[in-house]
């Protein structure tokens, strides 16, 4: 598969993962997850990994990531559930400072 190929899928892959979590974060019982929003995604060419951007308006960083860091593996399966690629990649999350 060509580099622009590849770069092709991720760029249709980064919004889909962005509009899942979204979602799950509003979905989520963790009023924490109910403020955040996700700012970017940047998925691994492999599609082994993608690194998730997220900013909340409260400025409790902290706590952001605590929340997220305890309710990864429920939003990692709500991908899972969601996402037709053969692999899901494992999401990690980062506090988007900008």
């Not at 995604?41 to 706590?63: I, R």
């Not at 990531?65 to 037709?84: A, C, D, F, H, Y």
Request: a positive charge; aromatic letters at 2%; proline letters at 4%.
């Amino acid at each position: 598969m060509s580099n622009q190929t590849r770069g092709g899928r991720i760029n249709r892959i980064n919004p889909l993962i962005q509009k899942i979590i979204s979602s799950a974060l509003l979905r989520s019982s963790d009023p924490i997850l109910n403020k955040a929003t996700i700012t970017h995604v940047s998925t691994s060419p492999d599609l082994k990994k993608s690194m998730v951007f997220v900013s909340t308006l409260d400025g409790n960083e902290g706590s952001l990531k605590n929340s997220l860091e305890k309710n990864r593996i429920k939003i990692q399966k709500v991908l899972g559930r969601e996402m037709t690629t053969r692999n899901v990649p494992k999401i990690i999350f980062e506090v988007d400072n900008t």
